[in-house]
T-cell receptor, first 113, second 113 residues
Framework: GAGVSQTPSNKVTEKGKYVELRCDPI?????LYWYRQSLGQGPEFLIY????????DSGLPNDRFFAVRPEGSVSTLKIQRTERGDSAVYLC???????????FGNGTRLTVT | DAKTTQPPSMDCAEGRAANLPCNHS???????VYWYRQIHSQGPQYIIH???NNETNEMASLIITEDRKSSTLILPHATLRDTAVYYC??????????????FGDGTTLTVKP
């Protein structure tokens, strides 16, 4: 079946601009996660949704970052006033529930110039 | 979340068993041990998980010590395609941290011909 899909695969934006990153989870997966990964490091947790609600947003670095999942399926990660330090690969994962293995997409590579 | 410690890198000869160690000395009774791997430019891929018993699937075996303070992932016959970064994480199955998986920097396994 189809895996986790993330769009776009690459995004280049200028400092100060607003970006949206999209994640389509595996159908039927109730849990959805966003991670950020810098070169040479492991994925860094950002936020976890169970259904439509954010069950844990403790990893969001500041209030420029926001994520939504309005219908419990597709999720959008929104970054306002982007900074060069936001450049990274943003990974999305989904799972059948909080106690099930994560299935990751291939990420969106964000470059802020 | 309990933290894990892994060697930064390991080499293995093609066709031989690869044994990847992980220390999780502060693991709690409600935490599973999960292993994922990440091949360059892809999202992490789930391999296996366990609570206290040894586990085996088509990809690998997981050996957890009796005190649960460490584990070893075994790839029985490593191939060149097993070259990747391997992440060991511990994840609670209930409680406030049930949904969150915290990744470290993993072990880079290089399988050599």
């Amino acid at each position: 079946g189809a895996g986790v899909s993330q769009t776009p695969s690459n995004k280049v934006t200028e400092k100060g601009k607003y970006v949206e990153l999209r994640c389509d989870p595996i159908s039927g997966h109730t849990a959805l996660y966003w991670y950020r990964q810098s070169l040479g490091q492991g994925p860094e947790f950002l936020i976890y949704f169970q259904g439509t609600g954010a069950a844990d947003d403790s990893g969001l670095p500041n209030d420029r970052f926001f994520a939504v999942r309005p219908e419990g399926s597709v999720s959008t990660l929104k970054i306002q006033r982007t900074e060069r330090g936001d450049s990274a690969v943003y990974l999305c994962a989904s799972s059948k529930g909080p106690n099930s293995p994560l299935h990751f997409g291939n990420g969106t590579r964000l470059t802020v110039t | 979340d309990a933290k894990t410690t892994q060697p930064p890198s390991m080499d293995c000869a093609e066709g031989r068993a690869a044994n990847l160690p992980c220390n999780h000395s502060t693991i709690s009774g409600n935490e599973y041990v999960y292993w994922y791997r990440q091949i360059h430019s892809q999202g992490p891929q789930y391999i296996i998980h366990g609570l206290k018993n040894n586990e085996t699937n088509e990809m690998a075996s997981l050996i957890i010590t009796e005190d649960r303070k460490s584990s070893t992932l075994i790839l029985p016959h490593a191939t060149l395609r097993d070259t990747a970064v391997y992440y060991c994480i511990v994840k609670a199955y209930n409680g406030a941290n049930a949904g969150k998986s915290t990744f470290g920097d993993g072990t880079t396994l290089t399988v050599k011909p």
